[in-house]
């Protein structure tokens, strides 16, 4: 395990994404709204709410979209989705901690598309890892390994990992090379 980032860079990468977001939020009058991807996209969403004064924040389980439901056990933890309010017409930032293949994504706007009809979605990602299998691209993404020059050199079975707080001991990202990695 490889640490790429520590607290102080995770809360400096969450700062980018949310001044990112504030220039957009400031040429509309539409009303907007943050959501985050269970699992640590939630947190994130929190994070950046805070930072820009979101009044609408929800939380988004894509357990049931997931493509590869039969992949991940006989039964899978299903947890709640939790968005107070209605998204249609609404700006709405879609936020994920790690973006690879796009499928959790994908999952995530086939949830979004039930519950309404937003103006528009705009994805933010602390880290984008690279190796899409779908065409998707973020809107706003804070650490970009797909296109970084460090030398980290990641191998297709590289996973990585955000850590935040309070679900993780510390914030941090990590690279770990720990066999095939989930693709969604």
Not at 14 to 34: E, N
Not at 52 to 78: A, C, K
Not at 81 to 105: H, K, N
Request: proline share 5%; glycine share 8%; aromatic share 4%.
């Amino acid at each position: 395990m490889r640490q790429i980032a520590d607290a102080q860079r995770v809360s400096m990468l969450i700062d980018q994404l949310a001044d990112a977001i504030k220039r957009d939020m400031s040429g509309t009058t539409d009303p907007w709204a943050i959501v985050g991807i269970r699992s640590r996209g939630d947190l994130l969403a929190q994070r950046l709410a805070g930072r820009l004064n979101f009044d609408h924040i929800g939380v988004l389980d894509i357990t049931l979209y997931r493509d590869d439901l039969s992949e991940i056990g006989m039964q899978p933890t299903v947890r709640t989705t939790e968005i107070p309010f209605a998204i249609d017409r609404m700006q709405v930032v879609l936020v994920d901690d790690v973006l690879m293949t796009g499928r959790s994504v994908r999952a995530a706007l086939q949830s979004l598309m039930d519950l309404g009809r937003p103006r528009r979605v705009w994805l933010a990602v602390l880290v984008d890892r690279g190796g899409r299998e779908l065409p998707i691209r973020p809107d706003y993404v804070a650490f970009d390994l797909a296109q970084d020059d460090s030398g980290l050199g990641l191998a297709p079975d590289n996973r990585v990992e955000v850590m935040l707080q309070p679900t993780d001991p510390e914030d941090g990202i990590v690279v770990c090379s720990s066999g095939p990695q989930v693709s969604i």
